[in-house]
């Protein structure tokens, strides 16, 4: 039998809040990466040179990243939004809700074999 991680409290009501809070958010917060780099940018009236010169990147790969051609890294990200006077936060929104999983987990008994069996 696995043993159960034990998590703070405060982590626990954390993620209890994001699981309850996640699926009223609405689609239009649900921006690639690279929209809410252009969306941010745009709304500071920087252009991409600025921010990239801003962030250490090339023009380039700030443009790359705005069009979604390339996938950025958390720490690419960090500096970006750091450049836009931004704080960078990952949340994982669970698409199912968690209890639910556990359920499904629980109840998945594997079925024996042909082979396995007497």
């Known amino acids: 039998m696995a043993r159960e991680t034990?998590?703070?409290?405060?982590?626990?009501?954390?993620?209890?809040r994001l699981v309850n809070e996640a699926p009223k958010l609405h689609p239009a917060y649900r921006l690639k990466p690279g929209e809410w780099v252009r969306t941010v940018r745009a709304?500071?009236?920087?252009?991409?040179?600025?921010?990239?010169?801003?962030?250490?990147l090339?023009?380039?790969h700030v443009l790359l990243i705005e069009k979604g051609r390339v996938d950025p890294q958390?720490?690419?990200?960090?500096?970006?939004?750091?450049?836009l006077f931004c704080d960078l936060v990952l949340l994982p929104i669970p698409r199912r809700r968690p209890s639910a999983l556990v359920a499904e987990r629980t109840l998945d008994?594997?079925?024996?074999?042909i082979w396995d069996r007497p």
């Open 6 to 16: 034990s998590v703070p409290l405060p982590h626990r009501r954390a993620w209890a």
């Open 43 to 56: 709304s500071l009236h920087m252009s991409q040179a600025q921010l990239a010169e801003r962030a250490g």
């Open 58 to 60: 090339s023009q380039n």
């Open 74 to 83: 958390a720490g690419t990200l960090a500096r970006l939004f750091d450049a």
């Open 109 to 113: 008994i594997p079925t024996p074999r």
